[in-house]
């Protein structure tokens, strides 16, 4: 299993009430939404897992304090993405 860890920034500033933009300060180019939370983590970690399957040299997680304190008006979590499964929904789908 290969697991990795990063920061996903989720702001609803810009859409309708509870749908939030997810997108990832390390992984530039990652962008999902869902309406809630925990639907826009879910869209966020399936976005996450399909850029970095194809990224060669992972990125290095920025410190969690440093993106709250650059994006006060939204909310910061930690999204967990397993690389392994995301290798198999890939050859499923292709």
Do not use: H, W
């Not at 989720?10 to 925990?38: A, H, Q, R, W």
């Amino acid at each position: 299993m290969r697991k990795m860890t990063y920061l996903a920034v989720l702001n609803n500033s810009s859409n309708p009430d509870d749908v939030y933009t997810v997108t990832f300060p390390d992984v530039p180019g990652t962008v999902s939404e869902g309406k809630g939370i925990d639907q826009a983590l879910k869209n966020g970690a399936e976005a996450l897992g399909l850029m970095l399957y194809d990224m060669d040299d992972l990125p290095e997680a920025s410190d969690i304090d440093e993106v709250r304190e650059a994006n006060r008006e939204a909310v910061v979590r930690l999204v967990v993405v397993d690389l392994e499964e995301t290798c198999k929904t890939v050859r499923e789908i292709g």
